[in-house]
C-alpha cells in the first residue's frame, strides 16, 4: 500500500529569526505565483536518512505557504529494497552487484504496483507537481498517466560516476520527466542530456528536534543518561550504517587519536531504515571491531537514540566525523556546524559544499588524515571554537531549509511557465 506520511505542522514566520532577509523576501515573491498549487512528494521511507529527513520539514512548511503537499511512500517487499539499494550502490559507481533480469522484473513489477495505487487515488488527476525521490521509486512515472503535472526526478546521491549498467538500465525511467535535480552539478551523469537539469543543495531545519538550540544542562543530561561522560572530549560519527560511510575508517582513526589524547571517547550513532538492507551487516562488522572496547559506543534509533539524542551528540561532541568514501549531500556535517561544532570530514560529494577550508572543518581523504586532523583539533580548543563559529555563519547563509524551499518554488515556477 502506498502510504501517506503523517506531518506536523510548522510556520514559515518562525524562521524568520534565524535565515537573512535575502532568502525571506524571495520566497514570499515566488510562493505568491504558487498558492494553491498542489504538490506530491514521492519517496521510499518515512525515516532514516536524508531524504525523510528533509521531507518531515519540508511538506508542512509547503503546506503553510499555502501550497498543497502531500508526501507518500512507495511499498514493496524487503527484496525490492535489496534491488533499490544495489542500484543506489552501483549509481554511485560500485561494479561488485550487477543488476540481474530476476532484479529488474522485481524493480519495474513493483514501480507498476505503486503506479497503479496511485491511478486509484482520487486526489492524483489533481497534482500540479510530482516529486520522485531518489532511484527506488523512479520508474513509477513510466507506469502511469503522465497528465497535466509537471514530474521532476530529485536525485540525492552522487551519480557522477555511476556504474554503466546500472545506468544505462534507469535512464529511459527518467526519459519521461520534466525536470531533473541534483545536489550538485558534477553529481548529473555525464550523458544526461543538460536541459532539464538542476541543481538544488539540500538543507536543514534549524528549528526541529533534531537542530533546535538545547541548553547545556539538557544536553549532558541526554548524554550521560545514555552512557557518555560529559566532562571527557567526545568524537561522534552519526550516519546511517553504510560502507559508503566508512565507519570502520572511523574506528581506526579514533585508535591512533587515542595514542595522543588518551581520553577521548568515540560515538558511532547510526540508524536502520527501512529501505537499508546493508544496515545489520555494517552494524555487525562495527559491533566486532569495537567490542570490548569501554571508549567506543555504537548506538541506534532502535536502543532509543533519536532526533533529540542526535541533537545532543552534535552539541556536545568536541568534533564531529563524518568519514564518508562517497556522499550525496551529508546533512549531518550542516547539523554540525550549525551547533558551532567543528568537523572533519571526507572531501566526498556534497561536504566541501559545506566544509571550507579554515571554515567550519578539516577536509580528508585517509584514515591516516582523519587521525592527524581529529588529533589537531582535539588539542586546540582556539581553533575548534573558531572553526565551529565560522561553519554555523556559513550554514545560516546558504543551508537552512528556506533557502531549499525558494530553490524548489523557483524550479516548480519555471517549470510550470
Ligand atoms: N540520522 C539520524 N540518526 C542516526 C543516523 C542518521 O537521525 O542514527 C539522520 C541524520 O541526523 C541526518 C540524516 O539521518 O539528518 C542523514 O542524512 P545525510 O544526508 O547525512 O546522509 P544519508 O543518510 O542521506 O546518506
Same mark, same amino acid.
Given at each position: 500500500?502506498?502510504?501517506? &506520511?503523517?506531518?506536523?505542522?510548522?510556520?514559515?514566520?518562525?524562521?524568520?529569526?534565524?535565515?537573512?532577509?535575502?532568502?525571506?523576501?524571495?520566497?514570499?515573491?515566488?510562493?505568491?505565483?504558487?498558492?494553491?498549487?498542489?504538490?506530491?512528494?514521492?519517496?521510499? =521511507?518515512?525515516?532514516?536518512?536524508?531524504?525523510?529527513?528533509?521531507?518531515?520539514?519540508?511538506?508542512?512548511?509547503?503546506?503553510?505557504?499555502?501550497?498543497?503537499? =502531500?508526501?507518500?511512500?512507495?511499498?514493496?517487499?524487503?527484496?525490492?529494497?535489496?534491488?533499490?539499494?544495489?542500484?543506489?550502490?552501483?549509481?554511485?559507481?560500485?561494479?561488485?552487484?550487477?543488476?540481474?533480469?530476476?532484479?529488474?522484473?522485481?524493480?519495474?513489477? =513493483?514501480?507498476?504496483?505503486?503506479?497503479?495505487?496511485?491511478?486509484?487515488?482520487?486526489?492524483?488527476?489533481?497534482?500540479?507537481?510530482?516529486?520522485?525521490?531518489?532511484?527506488?521509486?523512479?520508474?513509477?512515472?513510466?507506469?502511469?498517466?503522465?497528465?497535466?503535472?509537471?514530474?521532476?526526478?530529485?536525485?540525492?546521491i552522487d551519480?557522477s560516476?555511476?556504474?554503466?549498467?546500472?545506468?544505462?538500465?534507469?535512464?529511459?525511467?527518467?526519459?519521461?520527466?520534466?525536470?531533473?535535480?541534483?545536489t550538485m552539478?558534477?553529481f548529473?551523469?555525464?550523458?544526461?542530456?543538460?536541459?532539464?537539469?538542476?541543481?538544488?543543495?539540500?538543507?536543514?531545519?534549524?528549528?526541529?528536534?533534531?537542530?533546535?538550540?538545547?541548553?547545556?544542562?539538557?544536553?549532558?543530561?541526554? +548524554?550521560?543518561?545514555? !552512557?557518555?561522560?560529559?566532562?571527557?572530549?567526545?568524537?561522534?560519527?552519526?550516519?546511517?550504517?553504510?560502507?559508503?560511510?566508512?565507519?570502520?575508517? &572511523?574506528?581506526?582513526?579514533?585508535? =591512533?587519536?587515542?595514542?595522543? &589524547?588518551?581520553?577521548?571517547?568515540?560515538?558511532?550513532?547510526?540508524?536502520?531504515?527501512?529501505?537499508?538492507?546493508?544496515?545489520?551487516?555494517?552494524?555487525?562488522?562495527?559491533?566486532?571491531?569495537?567490542? !570490548?572496547?569501554?571508549?567506543?559506543?555504537?548506538?541506534?534509533? +532502535?536502543? !532509543?537514540?533519536?532526533?533529540?539524542?542526535?541533537?545532543?551528540?552534535?552539541?556536545?561532541?568536541?568534533?564531529?566525523?563524518?568519514?564518508s568514501?562517497r556522499e550525496g549531500f551529508g546533512?549531518?556535517?550542516?547539523?554540525?556546524?550549525?551547533?558551532?561544532?567543528?568537523?572533519?570530514?571526507g572531501a566526498a560529494g556534497g561536504i566541501p559544499l559545506?566544509?571550507?577550508?579554515?571554515?567550519?572543518?578539516?577536509?580528508?581523504?585517509? &584514515?591516516?588524515?582523519?587521525?592527524?586532523?581529529?588529533?589537531?583539533?582535539?588539542?586546540?580548543?582556539?581553533?575548534?571554537?573558531?572553526? !565551529?563559529?565560522?561553519?554555523?555563519?556559513?550554514?545560516?547563509?546558504?543551508?537552512?531549509?528556506?533557502?531549499?524551499?525558494?530553490?524548489?518554488?523557483?524550479?516548480?515556477?519555471?517549470?510550470?511557465?
Amino acid at each position: 500500500m502506498l502510504q501517506t &506520511v503523517d506531518v506536523g505542522e510548522l510556520s514559515i514566520s518562525a524562521y524568520r529569526t534565524v535565515v537573512p532577509d535575502q532568502i525571506m523576501e524571495p520566497l514570499a515573491e515566488v510562493t505568491n505565483r504558487l498558492r494553491g498549487a498542489r504538490v506530491l512528494h514521492l519517496s521510499a =521511507t518515512p525515516y532514516g536518512g536524508g531524504v525523510s529527513e528533509l521531507l518531515r520539514s519540508t511538506v508542512p512548511l509547503y503546506n503553510d505557504l499555502g501550497i498543497d503537499a =502531500t508526501w507518500k511512500i512507495i511499498s514493496g517487499r524487503p527484496p525490492f529494497f535489496t534491488v533499490t539499494k544495489k542500484l543506489h550502490n552501483a549509481l554511485q559507481g560500485a561494479a561488485d552487484e550487477p543488476i540481474t533480469e530476476a532484479d529488474r522484473a522485481l524493480y519495474e513489477q =513493483t514501480a507498476a504496483d505503486n503506479a497503479a495505487e496511485l491511478a486509484a487515488d482520487p486526489q492524483f488527476p489533481g497534482y500540479d507537481f510530482v516529486f520522485v525521490h531518489d532511484p527506488q521509486p523512479s520508474a513509477v512515472l513510466s507506469f502511469v498517466d503522465h497528465g497535466s503535472a509537471k514530474w521532476i526526478w530529485r536525485c540525492h546521491i552522487d551519480t557522477s560516476a555511476p556504474d554503466p549498467a546500472a545506468w544505462s538500465y534507469l535512464r529511459p525511467f527518467l526519459t519521461p520527466y520534466d525536470a531533473t535535480v541534483f545536489t550538485m552539478a558534477q553529481f548529473a551523469p555525464p550523458d544526461l542530456d543538460r536541459t532539464g537539469v538542476n541543481i538544488i543543495p539540500p538543507a536543514i531545519d534549524p528549528l526541529s528536534p533534531k537542530n533546535m538550540s538545547l541548553d547545556d544542562r539538557t544536553t549532558r543530561a541526554v +548524554l550521560n543518561w545514555i !552512557g557518555i561522560e560529559p566532562d571527557r572530549p567526545l568524537v561522534t560519527q552519526v550516519s546511517r550504517f553504510d560502507p559508503w560511510k566508512d565507519p570502520l575508517g &572511523v574506528i581506526a582513526a579514533f585508535r =591512533t587519536v587515542r595514542r595522543t &589524547v588518551p581520553d577521548v571517547q568515540l560515538a558511532l550513532v547510526g540508524s536502520m531504515a527501512l529501505d537499508d538492507p546493508e544496515a545489520w551487516a555494517v552494524y555487525r562488522a562495527i559491533t566486532a571491531e569495537s567490542e !570490548g572496547d569501554p571508549d567506543i559506543h555504537v548506538f541506534t534509533n +532502535l536502543t !532509543g537514540v533519536g532526533n533529540i539524542e542526535v541533537n545532543a551528540f552534535q552539541r556536545m561532541s568536541t568534533v564531529m566525523v563524518q568519514k564518508s568514501i562517497r556522499e550525496g549531500f551529508g546533512l549531518v556535517v550542516s547539523e554540525a556546524l550549525w551547533k558551532g561544532t567543528p568537523i572533519v570530514a571526507g572531501a566526498a560529494g556534497g561536504i566541501p559544499l559545506q566544509v571550507a577550508d579554515d571554515s567550519g572543518g578539516i577536509l580528508v581523504d585517509s &584514515v591516516t588524515e582523519c587521525a592527524d586532523a581529529l588529533s589537531a583539533l582535539l588539542t586546540d580548543p582556539a581553533r575548534t571554537a573558531a572553526l !565551529g563559529a565560522a561553519g554555523h555563519e556559513r550554514v545560516r547563509k546558504h543551508f537552512l531549509l528556506p533557502r531549499l524551499l525558494l530553490d524548489e518554488l523557483t524550479l516548480m515556477d519555471e517549470v510550470a511557465a
